[in-house]
């Protein structure tokens, strides 16, 4: 793939995934709007800070927007996440997010690619592994306790934003489990972005002794197939250092990264 394609998938990213909100939106969740951005709140953990562009902002004008976002959240007694893209605008917008209490986390490489490379792989489960799709409150506290022990830390924000877009709309996503003799050993979502070309793949969190047994591989392209059933041609995937390379030989590339940037009050 060239770089001008990468330009272009790029640019079909920004301008139909960003900013990424949930649609439709969950009981309780509000989403409002302060300048270019969007602030989403009441979905699951802590606030979330989105937007396709910042509108050539700058300067002090930027510090002043970040400031207020900083105040906003303070006065909720709140966290929130301001997810920054690479070739986000202007290229010190890291710096002055850190500037103003955010702290970056870790950085993830967002990849692009035709549904129909990733949903025609056939790969091989190990014996005795299965995938589910799932929308039950008890299988999402077995993901939750999955990804928990996975990252050793508390993921039961999972189960309450999961739960909500379901009810929201059960067509909007799907959630699949690969288990083995009754344990979840790993786990993924595919979101169908209304009004878009696009599928988007979440989770994928695999137990560690389950890993390099092609389950993730199994799970990327279950799901791939689900989303070309619904007519979706391309797939996007915020992805981590070991799950790129996976991704980019199914034929995805790489369009940009994203890097969370989180202010705790």
Known sequence: MTDLDALRLRDAYDTQIRPELPD???AGVIIDRDGPLFR???LDRGGFITYRTLDGLAGAELDALIARQVE????RGE???WKLAGHDEPADLGDRLRAA???PEDLET???????ALAGAVPVLPEGVRLREVTAREDLDRIAAMEEEVWQADRSHLVTGLAREIEADPQSIT?????????????GWVRYQRGTGFATLWGGST???WRKKGIYRALVAYRARLAEQRGKTLVQVDCSPESRPILERLGLVAVTTTTPYVYTP
């Not at 906003?72 to 006065?75: K, P, S, T, Y």
């Not at 967002?110 to 129909?116: D, H």
């Open 175 to 187: 959630i699949v489990v690969a288990e083995a003799d009754g344990t979840v050993v790993s786990a």
């Open 101 to 103: 209490g955010f702290v």
């Open 79 to 81: 966290s929130v996440e």
């Open 72 to 75: 906003f959240f303070r006065a």
């Open 40 to 42: 989403v709140l009441n």
């Open 24 to 26: 439709p939106v969950p």
């Open 110 to 116: 967002v990849v692009i690619g035709p549904v129909a």
């Open 207 to 209: 137990l560690p002794q």
